[in-house]
């Protein structure tokens, strides 16, 4: 079957099964690597994209519930209007290995799209669903706390 899907704001036709993850789609099939696999299970949160605006687990996702929807990756948002909030993110601390990096990433641009200015508590209840390892979340939390806008 084939399904047509705006990816990063490129109309995309993705041949494949109705329950092919989306997340094997984005990776092998439109090469964009910078979503990862961590459980595989819908419990880490690594493989986290938006789908019209919401963050969503890719690993879980069939394409059969992608047809004509909009998804954006960290490739996406990592060019457009988040790059300020990117450099940020890595000089507050926000990545050590990276494994979990652009599933939170993700997840906090959809906040701060909504919500330039999120509390500690939002921000929690945001990430809650994406785990780290290695930073302690606090340089994540400094880099939202600065909030969305180029300062
Ligand atoms: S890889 Fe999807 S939630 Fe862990
Ligand atoms: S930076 Fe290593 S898991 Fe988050």
Request: hydrophobic content about 40%; charged content about 20%.
């Amino acid at each position: 079957m084939k399904f047509e899907l705006v990816v990063n704001g490129n109309p995309v036709l993705i041949e494949g099964n109705p329950m092919d993850r989306l997340l094997d789609a984005l990776r092998d099939k439109l090469d964009l690597m910078g979503t990862k696999e961590g459980c595989g299970e819908g419990e880490c949160g690594a493989c986290t994209v938006l789908m019209n605006g919401e963050p969503v687990l890719s690993c879980l996702l069939p394409l059969i519930q992608c047809e004509a929807a909009e998804i954006e990756t960290v490739e996406g948002v990592a060019t457009g209007e988040a790059s300020a909030f990117l450099e940020r993110f890595v000089s507050d601390g926000g990545v050590q290995c990276g494994a979990c990096t652009p599933g939170i990433i993700v997840t906090a641009w959809a906040l701060l799209r909504d919500n330039p200015h999120p509390t500690r508590q939002e921000v929690q209840a945001a990430l809650a669903g994406n785990l780290c390892r290695c930073t302690g979340y606090e340089g994540i939390h400094r880099a939202l706390g600065r909030g969305a806008a180029d300062e």
